[in-house]
C-alpha cells in the first residue's frame, strides 16, 4: 500500500511507516502496524490518527515514448480521495539524444540477417571479423560468433556474399 501525509488540505507527499516511527519516537506502535501483517483496513484506519492516509496510483497516461515521458506530479486530495497524479512532459535535447544513440547501439546488436542468422555489427564484431578474414580466405571454414551471441560459419564460399550485406549495414551507423 501507498501512504501519504497532507501537506496542506489539497496536497501531500508520499509516506512510509519508517517515516511514521521517525517521526513519532515515544509512540510504541504495534508490531502488526508496523510489519504490514495487519489488514489494510485496520491499518488505514489505525493510520489516520496520526494524519497518514492511503493514496491511490492510477494507471500511467498513454505518452509517445520517442518524444515524451511520464512524471509523478505529486498527490492530490480529490473529494477526500488522495490519488498521485501524472504528467507528461517532452523530452530534453539531451534525452532525445540519448534515445538515439540507444537505438543505435541496440540496431547494431540486433544485427542484418545473412543465411538465417542475425549478424550484430559493433566495433568488436568488425574488428573479430577483420581477425578471420585470412583464415576464412585460406580456406579454414570459421564459425565466428558475434557480439549478440549468434554464430555464423564463414566460408571461402559465403564470405563475400556476407560482406556484400554486413559491410553496408555496418557502414548505416556512421
Avoid at 23 to 30: H, L, M, N, Q
Avoid at 130 to 156: C, H, I, W
Amino acid at each position: 500500500m501507498n501512504y501519504c501525509k497532507p501537506i496542506d488540505a489539497t496536497t501531500a507527499e508520499k509516506y512510509n511507516l519508517r517515516q511514521l516511527k521517525a517521526d513519532f519516537p515515544d509512540v510504541s506502535f504495534p508490531k502488526s502496524i508496523l510489519d504490514g501483517s495487519l489488514d489494510e483496513a485496520t491499518l488505514n484506519a489505525r493510520l489516520v490518527d496520526y494524519g497518514v492516509y492511503p493514496y491511490n496510483v492510477p494507471a500511467a497516461p498513454v505518452f509517445d515514448a520517442t518524444i515524451e515521458a511520464v512524471q509523478e506530479s505529486g498527490i492530490l486530495n480529490n473529494a477526500g480521495v488522495w490519488t498521485l497524479q501524472w504528467l507528461v512532459v517532452l523530452l530534453t535535447q539531451a534525452e532525445l539524444d540519448e534515445l538515439a544513440a540507444n537505438k543505435k547501439r541496440e540496431d547494431k546488436l540486433a544485427g542484418v540477417l545473412f543465411e538465417g542468422v542475425m549478424c550484430s555489427a559493433t566495433a568488436e564484431d568488425m574488428w573479430g571479423l577483420k581477425s578471420v578474414e585470412d583464415y576464412v580466405a585460406a580456406g579454414m571454414d570459421t564459425p565466428f560468433k558475434f557480439d549478440n551471441g549468434n554464430v555464423l560459419v564463414l566460408t571461402q564460399t559465403n564470405m563475400a556474399a556476407f560482406q556484400a550485406v554486413w559491410v553496408p549495414f555496418r557502414a548505416s551507423f556512421f
